[in-house]
């Protein structure tokens, strides 16, 4: 059974039009684990980190440095549980 997709959008965090990507901390296929930080967003009064729902892999970034996004915006798609998914051998 193949795991479900998880999406992970931009937090409410208050009346900000202007939030800007100031890192990004993972890429597609890393394993992360629950509450492990994503990405950090900044605006004019706050920095703030957006973590992984749960366990998983990453399956894509919806985002990349320098980028403004709004409350709502996709930042990123992953695997839930994909930690048995990254732990199967690699074929040579």
């Keep these: ?9 931009v937090p409410d965090i208050g009346d900000f039009k202007d939030i800007e990507v100031i890192e990004v901390l993972v890429k597609p296929g890393d394993v992360v684990k ?19 729902p749960s366990n998983g892999v990453i399956a894509g970034l919806n985002v990349k440095e320098g980028d ?7 930042i990123a798609t992953m695997q839930a549980g994909g930690a048995a998914v990254a732990a199967k051998p690699a074929v040579s």
């Design 68 to 74: 403004n996004v709004k409350v709502g915006d996709l």
């Design 1 to 9: 059974m193949a795991a479900a997709l998880k999406e992970v959008h």
């Design 34 to 52: 629950a509450d492990e930080p994503l990405v950090e967003l900044e605006t004019d009064k706050v920095t703030l980190e957006v973590n992984a």
